[in-house]
């Protein structure tokens, strides 16, 4: 019962912290949510005790450097991409040795930029990498809970499995929506031991076991990244700015 009362109180906090209340999946009778790990990004500075700010690192067309990754003082969490002389940056954070965890409900909050030559990302990464073996998905899975490297409205939640070389495998699902390029949204996975459930704005948009469900622990990721896939960085009126507004992570008891 006690337990039960502080799992209620958890979520309660959780969501007067950020705008809205929490909308977390449907669970089984007699089982309960309970916030496991959050950041609600308060405060003047990245805290260090669980995020990693990742730089200086060249990555794709771009580089990740430290001084993109930063807080607002409004709480919110800004990954900015901006053109530093002869080179285009862009900010990066991942709880990498400080947040290691399997399965649960996983759920951003964030606002998407709005130039083209960049795109924000919302994902978790296997702490054993992601191996090339004939166990496949079930030995390390890259899990993209949200990507969009669009102007359109629209993102994509995509599985990558089997290393990056001659044997990768990938699954991929795009989600169009009006309205993506306006304001705040949350993207989530309910990351089950047999499955995938993806979530939009508390609405399941994607079901899937593809390559075998990940059964090894994870950090989570908050990336910009530069690359011609989201069109010419050239092109963008710059700096731009990924917002987030928080990160929680939630196990059912």
């Known amino acids: ?54 730089g200086d690192s060249p990555r794709r067309d771009g580089f990740w450097v430290k001084e993109d990754a930063y807080l607002d003082g409004k709480g919110h969490l800004i990954l900015r991409t901006k053109k530093d002389d002869a080179r285009f940056t862009c900010g990066a954070v991942r709880t990498r040795g400080k947040f290691e965890h399997r399965f649960g409900y996983w759920e951003a909050r964030c606002k998407f930029p709005k130039q083209p030559g960049h795109w924000p990302a919302f994902w978790l990464f296997p702490t054993v990498g992601v191996p090339d073996t004939s166990d496949e998905g079930r030995a390390g899975t890259e899990i993209d809970v949200m990507e969009k490297a669009w102007l359109s409205s629209k993102i994509q939640h995509a599985l990558h499995w089997n290393g990056y070389a001659e044997h990768h495998k990938s699954a991929s699902h795009e989600v169009r929506r009006n309205g993506f390029n ?18 939009v704005d508390g609405k399941e948009t994607w ?47």
């Not at 705040?184 to 499955?195: A, M, R, S």
């Open 207 to 253: 079901r899937t076991a593809a390559g075998g469900v990940c059964q090894v622990p994870v950090y989570a990721k908050l990336t910009e990244e530069i690359g011609t896939w989201a069109g010419k960085i050239g092109a963008a009126k710059l700096p731009d700015e990924f917002v987030v507004d928080y990160v929680r992570v939630y196990d059912v008891e």
């Open 182 to 199: 306006k304001g705040f949204h949350t993207f989530g996975i309910w990351w089950k031991q047999d499955e995938y459930i993806f979530y």
């Open 1 to 54: 019962m006690i337990r039960n009362v502080c799992a209620i109180l958890l979520l309660c906090t959780c969501a007067s912290a950020g705008a809205g209340k929490a909308v977390l999946p449907p669970i089984e009778k007699g089982k309960t949510w309970r916030l496991v790990w959050q950041d609600e990004f308060k405060g003047k500075k990245v805290d260090e005790s669980k995020w990693e700010v990742i």
